[in-house]
């Protein structure tokens, strides 16, 4: 899984295996260690929620995205649906924060040291 954070805007993108997976299971995560002694990780997390809306928390060094039961079983099951995007409002202060989940598709051209063997085939590479 791979996780993009841009201004108030997180998004992660996940492979064929870990929606099968995420589908399976009802969640999937990865991290990045910051160090090979120090104990400083980020964990990120993509899990099924009985809950009205998708949703995101900070807890403990983990990134924590949460979605409808409903909405991940159709966009897991789903060939068309490709992602799923939230505008998470924080009334305490006013901020937002926008929550995209993808399917990561293969690159149009390739890229070297890139494996995109787990990627869903990109559907702009035929007509």
Known sequence: MKIRIQGNSLRLRLSQSEVAKFNETGQVSDGINFGPTSPVSLTYRLERADQPAMSVVFVDNCINVYV????ATTWANS???VGMEHLHRFPETGGSLR???EKDFKCLADRPGEDESDHFPNPNLSC
Do not use: A, H, R
């Open 79 to 81: 060939e068309l649906e």
């Open 68 to 71: 409808p039961s409903e909405q």
């Open 99 to 101: 929550i995209l989940v």
